[in-house]
């Protein structure tokens, strides 16, 4: 559990998880950097339930705090929290039922409840009993995961060397995970079990950081470059490439095409698409785009 200056929620939050049906667990509490009585509500609580730890670092982000976490952990199996989300009473029982009975599956996620002061209302995925790399197109379009909902074996997130740190994809670290996982042909399943409340409200980073089209273009920039492979790069051009009519992007993005298409090496496209994307005007831009949906069209 990251938290940071989580005074107001913290305490319901570590409640719901002394309140699991299911009793084998530890709860690791990392401080990202604190100014609150964050740090004083946890170690209260810490003197009733010996299953808590307590962990300070300095301001890192949530990428940072998880994998402190990750690194502290002692069990197969992770779980994630936020400092001011909720878990059902039986959240943990029910996803290690599931997960007993299917040795395969790497992660679990499910569907819950959205939170606010005035109500409360169904948070939905698409409940699916396996997701693999066939399926990274569809996570690409978008996450599909909430972090509150997955239990997973520590075993498949040390092979994904855990969550970036990298600044730039804070506040997507969790899906830019889950896409790295998928990557490595990791098995998902999600439940259409209800089993979290997710809680929005005006102090949460997701809420102050609404402008996600960075970290997220980030995250998608890192996975075509970290996971070299066609079928994995394909979804994220098809993704990225309207990115070309943005300055912002631009540049990045038209690098990203052209490494592209050096991979696939079509005979004709792959120089033409080079020399088209050294050119900013519109129409060749268009052209670019056109050229694009050629090669994957007919050669991918």
Known sequence: MPAYNAEKYIETSIKSVIGQTYSNWELIIVDDGSTDRTALIIKEIQLIDKRIQYYYQDNGKQGKARNLGLKKSNGDYIAFLDA???WTKDRLSAQMYVLNQNSHIDLIFSQGYLLNDTEVSNMDVIVKNCWNRSDLNTFISCNQIPVLSVLIKKKALDEANGFSELRQIQNAEDYHLWMSLL???????????????????????????????????????????????IDIQKPIIDKIKWLVFDNTYYSQTVDVIVQYSKNVNHWLLTPVINITSRIKYLVFRRLLIKLLSALNRNYV
């Open 183 to 229: 990557c490595l042909n990791k098995q998902f399943m999600s439940l259409s079990n209800r089993l979290f409340y997710y809680r929005i409200h005006p102090e949460q980073t997701t809420f102050n950081n609404q402008n996600l089209k960075d970290p997220l273009f980030s995250s998608y920039i890192d996975i075509f470059y970290r996971y070299n492979k």
């Open 84 to 86: 001011d989300d909720l």
